[in-house]
T-cell receptor, first 111, second 110 residues
Framework: TQLLEQSPQFLSIQEGENLTVYCNSSSVFSSLQWYRQEPGEGPVLLVTVVTGGEVKKLKRLTFQFGDARKDSSLHITAAQPGDTGLYLCAGTTSGTYKYIFGTGTRLKVLA | NAGVTQTPKFQVLKTGQSMTLQCAQDMNHNSMYWYRQDPGMGLRLIYYSASEGTTDKGEVPNGYNVSRLNKREFSLRLESAAPSQTSVYFC?????????FGSGTRLTVV
């Protein structure tokens, strides 16, 4: 069974701070995605990365895919209360659209 | 707005009862999925349908059945509900750009 481990599990920070969350596996992924989920809602796709070493930026969010395509990170600059939520990574090894999800990082940004 | 619609939003069942969770998407996606989400366990794939007319088991299929009624609709059936099936259930669809999820069904089995 492929496992995607996310760290930290929980993170509580003050508004304006920077943070990084990690997604690690022993498997090589052909594609990896990051989602954000708010209470009572389904996850919403933030980004998809497919190339080892790829870096994508979405406003204050920076996503990096590891060179070996086994890990990924999400860095948030100057966090805001609106960034609060559950961040999930998901990967597929087979090039299909069947993704395995990590257990998530629950982020709380305090005003 | 275009997207994935799940019904019902909440449901309480007694052990042994049956029910069907409905899911419909209007994005003309080929692939559809059912996941369950439990605290500390993340999202686990129950069943998926790569295209109309096909269904396959995911990571945790026991106790569930699915039907891909047409390209738009993918239903999940619990034939005899058990307390271990208490969870939040998400339906999703995808094409090339990642999943679009519904807002979930919170199911409690007592």
């Amino acid at each position: 069974t492929q496992l995607l481990e996310q760290s930290p599990q929980f993170l509580s920070i003050q508004e304006g701070e920077n943070l990084t969350v990690y997604c690690n596996s022993s498997s090589v992924f052909s594609s990896l995605q990051w989602y954000r989920q708010e209470p009572g809602e389904g996850p919403v796709l933030l980004v998809t990365v497919v190339t080892g070493g790829e870096v994508k930026k979405l406003k204050r969010l920076t996503f990096q895919f590891g060179d070996a395509r086994k890990d990924s990170s999400l860095h948030i600059t100057a966090a805001q209360p609106g960034d609060t939520g559950l961040y999930l990574c998901a990967g597929t090894t087979s090039g299909t659209y069947k993704y395995i999800f990590g257990t998530g990082t629950r982020l709380k940004v305090l005003a | 707005n275009a997207g994935v619609t799940q019904t019902p939003k909440f449901q309480v069942l007694k052990t042994g009862q049956s029910m069907t969770l409905q899911c419909a998407q209007d994005m003309n996606h080929n692939s559809m999925y059912w996941y369950r989400q439990d605290p500390g366990m993340g999202l686990r794939l129950i069943y998926y349908s790569a295209s109309e007319g096909t269904t396959d088991k995911g990571e945790v299929p026991n106790g569930y059945n699915v039907s891909r009624l047409n390209k738009r609709e993918f239903s999940l059936r619990l034939e005899s509900a058990a307390p271990s099936q208490t969870s939040v259930y998400f339906c999703a669809s995808s094409e090339f750009r990642g999943y679009t999820f519904g807002s979930g069904t919170r199911l409690t089995v007592v």
